[in-house]
């Protein structure tokens, strides 16, 4: 068993932490002010060919898989967990695709991504149907022509206003039907007659990519642009599996950034005539945060892996989880126990404490809460996907 980066990866990760360290480290705080699109960041990111690493080389990407992704999103989240959402971008809403999408689709879409021309946002969320997807009634109905005619409203999409293109989830069936088999995904061209943008949320933190609603009117969609089968819903869960370890290593990241930042104001503040580091309370919890990074980080690390090796299908589902559910429940410990180490000075703009705390909660309820995880890893045990003889 090798836990170590092949020589690519290796550099990989050595390029996007010097990335990390000069152009979206000093950044990090305007972004989070100004809650505008971080421009600067994306061109940064495409101009270090990093917009195509889990899209494969015959498609314009670099072929470094989620493993790559991974990697490279852990290092920008040590910084800023909007630059490291605009990289995950690259791989919710072109992963169905990737799964079951034709080769037509596959080569209209997904060179666009890898290259920077174009961007995309995922659309399965309504305001009545968040953990409980079947529960959705954005309306697919198949016209004459073969075309499908969506009507529906998508909210909390990230990424939203910036995109070209999204990913999108409705009934193909009747809209009170709880069957998986009455849910399909679709390619809808933002350009398409009656798509717009509606209104665009408030967010505690993670500010700077654009997170709101997709308004659908009467919106006639190709039938080319169905991604797999009409009843595709099980896409939308192999797909969400799939991604378990890129939201995985935005958390991991930001518990990296959050101790590291505390650590350094740590050993240099003086409190009772000696620096807050030589406290023991204040080591173990630097110890037992240590401790619990790296073992969030071979979970997440396996789980990536195996995601490339194609393994996200049901009997997977429990180990795809826990890299999910550990590592964004330690980014919230990390980033309190970062504020509580800095005292009244961590909850203040005046350091970069108070806004990992606020990022990291959105990392325990997009893609699956941290409760839609436990039911999922427990699931997979009562099974026996994960048992232990």
């Known amino acids: 068993m090798d836990f170590d980066f092949s020589d690519e990866l290796s550099q990989l990760q050595l390029s996007v932490r010097k990335l990390c360290q000069d152009k979206i480290k000093p950044?990090?705080?305007?972004?989070?002010?100004?809650?505008?699109?971080?421009?600067?960041?994306?061109?940064?990111?495409?101009?270090?060919?990093m917009l195509g690493l889990c899209i494969p080389e015959e498609y314009g990407g670099?072929?470094?898989?989620?493993?790559?992704?991974?990697?490279?999103?852990?290092?920008?989240?040590?910084?800023?967990?909007?630059?490291?959402?605009?990289?995950?971008?690259?791989?919710?809403?072109?992963?169905?695709?990737?799964?079951?999408?034709?080769?037509?689709?596959?080569?209209?879409?997904?060179?666009?991504?890898?290259?920077?021309?174009?961007?995309?946002?995922?659309?399965?969320?309504?305001?009545?149907a968040g953990s409980d997807v079947v529960g959705m009634i954005t309306k697919a109905d198949q016209d004459s022509d073969g075309d499908?005619?969506?009507?529906?409203?998508?909210?909390?999409?990230?990424?939203?206003?910036?995109?070209?293109?999204?990913?999108?989830?409705?009934?193909?069936?009747?809209?009170?039907?709880?069957?998986?088999?009455?849910?399909?995904?679709?390619?809808?061209?933002?350009?398409?007659?009656?798509?717009?943008?509606?209104?665009?949320?408030?967010?505690?933190?993670v500010k700077g990519v654009d997170t709101g609603?997709?308004?659908?009117?009467?919106?006639?969609?190709?039938?080319?642009?169905?991604i797999g089968e009409v009843g595709g819903f099980r896409l939308a869960m192999l797909g969400l599996n799939s991604m378990r370890p890129i939201v995985a290593a935005r958390g991991i990241g930001l518990a990296e950034g959050a101790l590291m930042y505390a650590i350094e104001y740590a050993k240099e503040r003086i409190a009772f005539s000696k620096p807050l580091s030589d406290n023991q309370g204040i080591r173990w919890e630097i110890a037992k945060l240590s401790t619990e990074i790296e073992a969030a980080r071979l979970l997440t690390y396996r789980a990536a892996d195996w995601a490339d090796k194609k393994r996200?299908?049901?009997?997977?589902?429990?180990?795809?989880?826990?890299?999910?559910?550990?590592?964004?429940?330690?980014?919230?410990?990390?980033?309190?126990?970062a504020v509580q180490m800095l005292g009244a000075a961590g909850y203040m703009e005046d350091h970069l404490t108070e806004l990992y705390y606020r990022d990291a909660k959105q990392l325990t309820i997009v893609e699956g809460t941290s409760q839609i995880q436990l039911g999922l890893?427990?699931?997979?045990?009562l099974d026996k996907d994960l048992w232990w003889d």
Request: proline share 4%; glycine share 8%; aromatic share 8%.
């Open 62 to 128: 670099s072929g470094a898989g989620i493993l790559g992704l991974t990697i490279a999103i852990e290092e920008v989240a040590k910084y800023s967990n909007t630059a490291a959402l605009m990289l995950l971008l690259t791989r919710l809403p072109t992963g169905p695709i990737m799964i079951a999408g034709s080769e037509e689709q596959k080569r209209r879409f997904l060179p666009g991504i890898a290259t920077g021309q174009s961007r995309a946002a995922f659309g399965l969320s309504e305001p009545q």
């Open 213 to 226: 609603e997709l308004i659908l009117e009467n919106v006639k969609v190709p039938k080319e642009n169905v």
């Open 377 to 381: 890893i427990a699931k997979g045990v």
């Open 312 to 337: 996200y299908t049901k009997e997977w589902v429990p180990y795809l989880s826990m890299a999910k559910y550990y590592a964004t429940e330690l980014a919230v410990k990390a980033s309190s126990v």
């Open 27 to 49: 950044r990090a705080r305007e972004i989070d002010l100004s809650h505008e699109y971080p421009q600067d960041i994306f061109e940064a990111f495409k101009q270090a060919d």
């Open 148 to 205: 499908w005619i969506l009507n529906g409203t998508k909210c909390w999409m990230s990424g939203v206003a910036q995109a070209d293109w999204y990913t999108v989830f409705a009934k193909t069936g009747e809209v009170g039907s709880r069957k998986h088999g009455s849910i399909s995904a679709f390619i809808v061209d933002r350009q398409l007659e009656g798509v717009r943008v509606g209104r665009l949320d408030k967010k505690m933190g």
